[in-house]
């Protein structure tokens, strides 16, 4: 992999996000069930998802966050889960 050429420097102004229309997209923004484009998709460091594109909001953690209760009702697990 290269190195960027700006590697070590401050972030330009152009390199931030806007958080407060992040945060707003975030709940907002509502992903299509039958767009590929908008489901979550995970790799070994987690989500590859964004709220901008629809494929990281809040009806996607609803969703995971209601799987994992039901596949732990089914198996019978009742201890707590600490997620991190």
């Given at each position: 992999?290269?190195?960027?050429?700006?590697?070590g420097q401050?972030a330009?102004?152009?390199?931030?996000?806007n958080?407060?229309?992040l945060?707003?997209?975030?709940?907002?923004?509502?992903?299509?069930?039958g767009?590929?484009?908008?489901?979550?998709?995970?790799?070994?460091?987690?989500?590859?998802?964004?709220?901008a594109?629809?494929?990281?909001?809040?009806?996607?953690?609803?969703?995971?966050?209601?799987?994992?209760?039901?596949?732990?009702?089914?198996?019978?697990?009742?201890?707590?889960?600490?997620c991190?």
């Amino acid at each position: 992999m290269a190195i960027h050429n700006r590697a070590g420097q401050p972030a330009q102004q152009s390199d931030l996000i806007n958080v407060a229309q992040l945060t707003a997209q975030y709940y907002v923004l509502k992903p299509e069930a039958g767009n590929a484009e908008h489901a979550v998709k995970f790799g070994t460091s987690g989500h590859r998802g964004s709220a901008a594109r629809h494929s990281f909001n809040e009806p996607h953690i609803l969703a995971i966050a209601q799987a994992i209760a039901e596949e732990r009702a089914k198996k019978r697990y009742h201890w707590p889960l600490l997620c991190g």
